[in-house]
Every structure is written in C-alpha cells, then in structure tokens.
C-alpha cells in the first residue's frame, strides 16, 4: 500500500440518508486505536503501477517478443501476434467502456456490440446464409458429440450416421450411442486411420437423421477435401471442423450443422461455435439438459448464460484479422502454401521422414510423421525445442511427431521447421 492522489484511489461510498454515490477519498477498512488522530490512507490502484516508465515497457514488450516460439501444438494453439498484442492493449480498458472485457456484464452494449460484431465477421468470412444461426456456446466440441443426437434426432430409437476417420470421429459416435442409434458408414481404423474411403462406399442408412464426419481429424493428419451428401432426402450433414474451421471457404449451406471448439484457429479453449440451419433448430429430445438445447441458446442469441465473453472477444479479433487478411480464398493460399513446403520435405526425404497420410486427404492444419530411425524421435524434439520450435511431439495414441500448422503458423515458422528437419537429417541419416 502507498500513498496516492490518483481518482482511482476513491472508493465510493454511499452516505446515510443519500441514496446516490458519492466519490469520495478515504481511509483503508482497518481499525484504528482511537488515541491516534484520524489520517487517511490512500490506497495504490493498478493504474499507478501501469503508469511506468514508457521504455521500460518497451523494453519489456521486446523482451517478451525474443521470448515466444514457434508452437506447433494441435490446440491450444498458436493465435496471430497482431490480435495477442492488441488483445493486451485492450486488456486493462476496452476502448469507452473504462473496464476489461473481462469484467463487463454480458447483459450491456459494450459485451452486445462485441459478440455482434463477431457474428457479423464469421457471417462475412464464411459467407453464411441468412437461414442459418450461429451460436457461441461453451463445452467443447465434446459436448457437441452428446448435442447433436439430443436436437437433431427426435427419439433414442432414430438411426444416424457416422464415418469414423480418426479418434474425434470414433467419440463422437460412442457419444452419440447414448442418445440414438448411431451406425459406422465406414472405419478407417483398420488401416490406422490414414485414408477417408470414396463416398461411394459409404454405406448409408436411407433413413438416417444425420451422416457426421470430423472435416478434418486434428490426432491422424486426415482431412476432407470435399464432402459426402447424405442419401437420406430428408438428413443433413453434420461436421465437427474444429481443426480446420476458418482455414479455407466452405459452401455452409451443404451442411445441416457445423461446430468447432475455438482453441484452434479462431480462439482461446472455452468457446465452442455451432452453426446451424434454423429448420433443425427447437426438435430437441424432452431429456436434453438447457445448456444443450440449441433453441434456447438460438432465442436467446447466446446469452441465455453467462457466455465465455472474453474468448468470445479474442474470437471476434481473431475474424477481424482473417478478413483483413484478404478473408478465407487469402488464408487458404497461405495455408496450402505452407502444408506444400513441410510435405515436400516430408516426401523428399528419402524415407528419412514419412507421412502416414494417403496424399489426397492430407491435412493442411495437422502433418503428422514419423522418423525412419524411431529411436531419434526424442532427440528431434529436444533439438527443435533448443531452436524455439515447440509441442511437435505426436498424439500419445500414434506416437512420432506432429505439426500443427494453424491459420496463426506463418510461413517462417514452417520454413524454419523445414531447415531444421534438412539439418537434423544430414547430421543423422
Ligand atoms: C476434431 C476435434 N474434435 C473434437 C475435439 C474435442 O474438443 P474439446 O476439447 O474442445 O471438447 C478436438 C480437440 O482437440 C478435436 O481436435
């Protein structure tokens, strides 16, 4: 505690028979031994330890900057420098609201305006049709796997479809075993989960409320390059793209519902965004719990609850960014780009490295590989973290390495990796 003069070190007190606050300096909640005379004590607010000297923040901001390395985790992950910096200089005081995003009601206009423009910006980015709702929800896209069979079928006895590309697939169907009657359309696990079949082979129920996929399986490195149509006239498609949402255009309107955990491409964990189409939307089955019953959260435009404001914020800086960008035609060049250079080194390794992935459904977000001397696998870890490259350590359940090369990944950061992986096998091979 230090003596100040700063407003903030007012606290508002309301007087006895006044009904309005008055500001007003005075004295810290202690008691004092009543022969001392009354003296008060101001108290230091953040905003004096804030006010520093300007270069040693520079100083400090730059320092900060030498600090941060290429991360290649699959989620949390690497987000956009730009929307980090300007998230920080908004942390302490949204611009006219005199507080944080994070202490604002979700019920005011400061919080109102924020999430609409988000919704405005992923509207434009993913140019989504007019009949769809977008909500931003919490519980992952775990919760997603129980939701969908809760609204989309109408009985636990309905028949829906799943097509099990890689581990996300594979949960979402044992969830959805609790809720309907889902059915494996196709398995890739007997071949370790490496391909995604023709969608000839697909064998689906004519009378499936739903076919899911997982767009893009963030554990095996396998993504869709297009997308299968349900043989039910009367079915949607359902995707969980939380490992490639916003990372190229998709025609939103071939699917019934899309959702995405955040904490990939577009955010921090805790905001889950479900895109649905409005017909599908008030069905839920009577046992679904409010916080999954997407009508509610429809009608209530995603404030039925307390949202997860600030991660909602950082999602809306995060569109901001994509848009500036050029939108998602811009940042799927990029993308592609930098998924070409990693698999062409992968590729042209001769065997050194490999990439268990079948070339047309590779993953332009995750790249898993593996080293032919498995034994060196810890040794490239450690080596790429010593260069500031870090988290390439592959899933638990299929071993080797993995890249994560998210929106937010610039081209550097892959080029590194590349020099690193050239390097690394000359002085191994
Ligand atoms: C494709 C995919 N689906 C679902 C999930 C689960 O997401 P959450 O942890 O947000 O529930 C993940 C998490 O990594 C994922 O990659």
């Given at each position: 505690m230090s003596i100040s003069t700063s407003p903030h070190s007012h606290f508002l007190l309301r007087k006895q028979n006044q009904n309005h606050f008055v500001p007003k300096t005075v004295s810290a909640p202690v008691s004092l031994p009543s022969s001392r005379p009354f003296r008060p004590i101001k108290i230091k607010c953040a905003t004096q330890i804030q006010t520093q000297d300007p270069h040693a923040a520079r100083a400090q901001a730059q320092a900060h900057a030498q600090e941060r390395v290429f991360n290649f985790a699959a989620g949390p992950a690497i987000l956009p420098e730009s929307v980090l910096l300007r998230a920080q200089s908004e942390l302490y005081v949204w611009p006219g609201s005199g507080m944080s995003v994070m202490e604002m009601s979700h019920r005011g206009k400061e919080f109102k305006s924020i999430i609409e423009k988000a919704e405005s910006d992923l509207r434009t980015l993913l140019q989504i049709p007019p009949e769809y709702s977008v909500l931003f929800l919490q519980g992952g896209a775990t919760s997603q796997f129980a939701a969908l069979p809760l609204n989309l079928c109408a009985a636990a006895t309905d028949p829906v479809d799943y097509v099990v590309t890689g581990s996300w697939s594979d949960k979402a169907f044992k969830e959805a075993q609790k809720f309907c009657k889902p059915n494996?359309?196709?398995?890739g696990k007997a071949e370790k989960y490496t391909k995604i079949p023709p969608f000839g082979e697909l064998k689906q129920n004519p009378d499936a409320k739903y076919l899911h996929i997982c767009a893009n399986e963030t554990i095996h490195g396998v993504e869709f390059k297009n997308y299968p149509t349900p043989k039910n006239p009367n079915g949607v498609l359902v995707a969980d793209m939380s490992s490639n949402f916003c990372s190229k255009p998709v025609d939103v309107s071939k699917f019934g519902v899309i959702y995405a955990?955040?904490?990939?491409?577009?955010?921090?964990?805790g905001v889950t965004i479900v895109i649905i189409?409005?017909?599908?939307?008030?069905?839920?089955?009577?046992?679904?719990p409010v916080m999954f019953d997407y009508k509610i959260h429809a009608e209530n435009n995603s404030l039925y609850n307390t949202p997860p404001c600030y991660g909602i914020y950082m999602c809306g800086l995060v569109f901001e960014d994509l848009l500036e960008q050029g939108g998602l035609v811009e940042v799927e060049k990029k993308n592609q780009k930098k998924a070409e250079i990693l698999y062409n080194a992968i590729d042209g390794s001769n065997g050194f490295y490999k990439s268990p992935v079948e070339k047309s459904v590779r993953s332009l977000m995750n790249v898993p590989f593996t080293l032919?001397?498995?034994?060196l696998e810890g040794e490239f870890i450690k080596e790429a973290a010593k260069e500031k490259m870090v988290q390439l350590k592959g899933h638990r359940s299929v071993g080797g390495m993995r890249a994560s090369?998210?929106?937010?990944?610039?081209l550097a950061g892959v080029q590194k990796l590349v020099a690193f992986m050239k390097d690394f096998q000359a002085r191994h091979a």
């Amino acid at each position: 505690m230090s003596i100040s003069t700063s407003p903030h070190s007012h606290f508002l007190l309301r007087k006895q028979n006044q009904n309005h606050f008055v500001p007003k300096t005075v004295s810290a909640p202690v008691s004092l031994p009543s022969s001392r005379p009354f003296r008060p004590i101001k108290i230091k607010c953040a905003t004096q330890i804030q006010t520093q000297d300007p270069h040693a923040a520079r100083a400090q901001a730059q320092a900060h900057a030498q600090e941060r390395v290429f991360n290649f985790a699959a989620g949390p992950a690497i987000l956009p420098e730009s929307v980090l910096l300007r998230a920080q200089s908004e942390l302490y005081v949204w611009p006219g609201s005199g507080m944080s995003v994070m202490e604002m009601s979700h019920r005011g206009k400061e919080f109102k305006s924020i999430i609409e423009k988000a919704e405005s910006d992923l509207r434009t980015l993913l140019q989504i049709p007019p009949e769809y709702s977008v909500l931003f929800l919490q519980g992952g896209a775990t919760s997603q796997f129980a939701a969908l069979p809760l609204n989309l079928c109408a009985a636990a006895t309905d028949p829906v479809d799943y097509v099990v590309t890689g581990s996300w697939s594979d949960k979402a169907f044992k969830e959805a075993q609790k809720f309907c009657k889902p059915n494996v359309v196709w398995s890739g696990k007997a071949e370790k989960y490496t391909k995604i079949p023709p969608f000839g082979e697909l064998k689906q129920n004519p009378d499936a409320k739903y076919l899911h996929i997982c767009a893009n399986e963030t554990i095996h490195g396998v993504e869709f390059k297009n997308y299968p149509t349900p043989k039910n006239p009367n079915g949607v498609l359902v995707a969980d793209m939380s490992s490639n949402f916003c990372s190229k255009p998709v025609d939103v309107s071939k699917f019934g519902v899309i959702y995405a955990g955040a904490q990939k491409n577009v955010g921090p964990s805790g905001v889950t965004i479900v895109i649905i189409r409005n017909d599908l939307i008030g069905h839920a089955q009577g046992l679904t719990p409010v916080m999954f019953d997407y009508k509610i959260h429809a009608e209530n435009n995603s404030l039925y609850n307390t949202p997860p404001c600030y991660g909602i914020y950082m999602c809306g800086l995060v569109f901001e960014d994509l848009l500036e960008q050029g939108g998602l035609v811009e940042v799927e060049k990029k993308n592609q780009k930098k998924a070409e250079i990693l698999y062409n080194a992968i590729d042209g390794s001769n065997g050194f490295y490999k990439s268990p992935v079948e070339k047309s459904v590779r993953s332009l977000m995750n790249v898993p590989f593996t080293l032919e001397k498995s034994e060196l696998e810890g040794e490239f870890i450690k080596e790429a973290a010593k260069e500031k490259m870090v988290q390439l350590k592959g899933h638990r359940s299929v071993g080797g390495m993995r890249a994560s090369i998210y929106n937010a990944m610039p081209l550097a950061g892959v080029q590194k990796l590349v020099a690193f992986m050239k390097d690394f096998q000359a002085r191994h091979a």
